[in-house]
Nanobody
Framework: QLQLVESGGGLVQPGGSLRLSCAAS????????IGWFRQAPGKEREGVST????????IYTDSVKGRFTMSRDNAMNTVHLQMNSLKPEDTAVYYC???????????????????WGQGTQVTVSS
């Protein structure tokens, strides 16, 4: 059974940091494109950061460039999203997802990914 489980969300003040983790079971994360996505209330799901197979290429949406860093931990079959300088507009449910088909033409497009975690809430507020 293919499964992703996110952790690390919470409440943080503006300017603070959080580190999200996404642990995989049933498959090897490094063999697939992986992405972090988020959805705020009343808004569409958007791509935050994605990594190609084996982490060859990592891209970020413009609003998080320079603040967020995505990384793979192959030994733990886990990916992380380090989020620094958090802003209230970063508040959302964050999901990790894998493209089990391995074919991704729009890396930040959530529709390209077919294995999803349950999500973790990130709230940035004073």
């Amino acid at each position: 059974q293919l499964q992703l489980v996110e952790s690390g969300g919470g409440l943080v003040q503006p300017g603070g940091s959080l580190r999200l983790s996404c642990a995989a079971s049933g498959f090897t994360l490094d063999d697939y494109p992986i992405g972090w996505f988020r959805q705020a209330p009343g808004k569409e799901r958007e791509g935050v950061s994605t990594s190609s197979v084996s982490g060859g290429t990592t891209i970020y949406t413009d609003s998080v460039k320079g603040r967020f860093t995505m990384s793979r931990d192959n030994a733990m079959n886990t990916v992380h999203l380090q989020m620094n300088s958090l802003k209230p507009e970063d508040t959302a449910v964050y999901y990790c997802a894998a493209a089990h088909s391995r074919l991704v033409s729009s890396p930040l497009g959530w529709w390209e990914y077919d294995v999803w975690g349950q999500g973790t809430q990130v709230t940035v507020s004073s």
